[in-house]
């Protein structure tokens, strides 16, 4: 009889693979902490945390006793994990006394980068494949997108105040903050596998998923950041009597689709209305009723001060401070959030040296995409290059790269992108633990 044991049951399992993954990615994609299921986070992160650490501790003693040489994207995030949270640590600590170990901690964001070398060593070894992965993804689009659909036409905002996926101001009125980064990648995905197919059944979930992040969930930098990246892949890939067919086409559909909506909550509409109106109010020097949009010129000043008491911090960054640290300055001068300025709340953190190292991680990345020859084939390949590019834009007027859960969402797709480089230059060289 066949001896059955946990590592057994995992490689001949593929739905257990599947599940496995799929919890992994919602914690590195910070997907919990905006749902209904955010009170699990407690559980999830810490489990995520031991599982990625300790089995990056195996790596790595397998590879030093091995003698193996470390390639260039093990490199990267051994270089990304440690130094970042450690930079932002010792800066705080030398300009204002936080002491190191709440430093780090306020850092964890980073620690997700030990995703890197779990999903590398599952590819390389064979134990799932890339389209496995991909179908991962998707299928959580899926299973997101009715559930926050009832949700949104259902229940009442107001009585989730107290969470971290609702909201309420005076111009957008009362919504959702759910993650919606797996949708985003699914709406590349879909809309590049139609245009290359030309098939209509991929482009009713383009449509679905599309209307939804326009005219439901309502972010204006995501928003932009999505139909910006769209039209680089249709400068890039589609003839220009293409364009103007597809453009006529999703302007005709997205209008119907929008009256629909109209239809049955028209409310949408006005909040959409206002959200955009407001934009225009702070360009034009005038003070919004938008309190997203009034708050970051109060951050703005919040930087000014910080910056005139230690003056170099504008080239080293300020570091992070901890809630918890009774000698925050945030107990002097206020509450302060540095995502809400974005790129440059990111560099108020770490400064030109913080700034460097995860641009460098993007150019890395397109490097090893120059040199990736099936790239022109693959849809999934395609998908993960503009969604990682979407990613990109979305992190100047959000900061996405350096923020919960930015780390994590850039290393997984990283990864990916990686391990169709590593595949068409190290086929041979699979190897397991041990």
Request: hydrophobic share 45%; proline share 3%.
């Amino acid at each position: 009889m066949e001896n059955i044991t946990p590592i057994t049951k995992w490689k001949k399992n593929k739905s257990l693979k599947k599940i496995l993954i799929g919890l992994l990615f919602i914690g590195a994609f910070g997907t919990l902490a905006r749902s209904p299921l955010f009170f699990l986070i407690k559980f999830t992160d810490p489990t995520i945390y031991l599982i990625t650490f300790s089995f990056m501790g195996f790596y790595f003693l397998d590879k030093i006793i091995k003698r193996k040489k470390w390639n260039g994207f093990e490199r990267l995030y051994i270089f990304i994990l440690i130094a970042m949270p450690l930079y932002s640590a010792i800066v705080a600590n030398i300009f204002w006394n936080q002491p190191l170990f709440y430093g780090i901690i306020t850092q964890q964001l980073w620690f997700y980068s030990t995703v890197a070398f779990l999903i590398f060593y599952l590819l390389k070894t064979e134990q799932i494949t890339l389209y496995q992965l991909r179908d991962i993804m998707l299928s959580i689009s899926w299973i997101q997108l009715p559930i926050y659909i009832i949700m949104g036409f259902f229940l009442d905002p107001n009585h989730f105040l107290d969470t971290s996926f609702a909201y309420c101001s005076p111009v957008k009125g009362c919504g959702w903050m759910f993650d919606i980064m797996f949708m985003s990648f699914s709406y590349f995905y879909y809309l590049i596998v139609f245009i290359k197919t030309n098939k209509w059944k991929y482009l009713i979930p383009v449509l679905i998923f599309l209307a939804y992040i326009i005219f439901e969930y309502q972010k204006r930098a995501l928003t932009a950041s999505l139909i910006g990246t769209t039209a680089v892949y249709f400068y890039f890939h589609v003839s220009l009597k293409k364009k103007l067919y597809y453009l006529s086409l999703f302007a005709i559909l997205i209008m119907f689709i929008g009256i629909i909506i109209y239809v049955i909550k028209p409310e949408i509409f006005t909040r959409f209305a206002d959200m955009y109106s407001s934009i225009l109010e702070v360009f034009q020097g005038e003070e919004s009723t938008d309190q997203s949009a009034n708050s970051r010129i109060t951050q703005l000043i919040y930087v000014g001060l910080y910056y005139a008491k230690h003056p170099s911090t504008f080239f080293f960054g300020n570091g992070k401070w901890n809630d918890n640290w009774e000698g925050s300055p945030l107990n002097m001068y206020g509450r302060f959030y540095p995502s809400d300025l974005g790129i440059i709340g990111a560099y108020f953190i770490y400064g030109i040296f913080g700034i460097l190292v995860v641009q460098f991680e993007y150019l890395q990345t397109i490097l090893w995409m120059r040199k990736i020859k099936e790239k022109s084939n693959d849809s999934f390949f395609i998908a993960l290059k503009y969604y990682l590019l979407f990613f990109y834009i979305r992190s100047i007027p959000t900061g996405g790269s350096y923020f919960y859960p930015g780390a994590g969402v850039t290393t997984v797709i990283v990864t990916l992108i990686y391990f169709y480089y590593y595949r068409e230059n190290k086929t041979n060289k699979y190897y397991s633990l041990g």
